[in-house]
């Protein structure tokens, strides 16, 4: 079972940028498409962003133009480059497989975003 691992989460004001990194502990050159995903207090987990290997990707609505989402397969990592933040992206943010199974979530990484 690959392991997930999120990092690059913080505090930060609103209209700051943050970068978060997803590293798995096996290979994901397998997986047809890998995506963001994130969860606000009381709400459910909602997919943010998602690259398929040919480098096609999807946004949330909310996040088109704000967000950016890259994978390195030979790092085995997925990013998420995150600009333009406001309020409404305070979540904890987990990446996953975007295309058939899931693997086990991971601990995810904070953001908030507040002034």
């Known amino acids: 079972q690959v392991q997930l691992v999120e990092s690059g989460g913080g505090l930060v004001q609103p209209g700051g940028s943050l970068r978060l990194s997803c590293a798995a502990s096996g290979s994901i050159v397998n997986i047809d498409t890998m995506g963001w995903y994130r969860q606000a207090p009381g709400k459910q987990r909602e997919l943010v962003a998602s690259?398929?290997?040919?480098?096609?990707?999807n946004y949330l609505d909310s996040v088109k133009g704000r967000f950016t989402i890259s994978r390195d397969n030979a790092k085995r990592t997925v990013y998420l480059q995150m600009n333009s933040l406001n309020p409404e992206d305070t979540a904890v943010y987990y990446c996953?497989?975007?295309?058939?199974?899931?693997?086990?979530w991971g601990q995810g990484t904070q953001v908030t975003v507040s002034s």
């Open positions: 690259v398929t290997n040919g480098g096609r990707r």
């Open positions: 996953n497989t975007a295309s058939g199974p899931a693997w086990s």
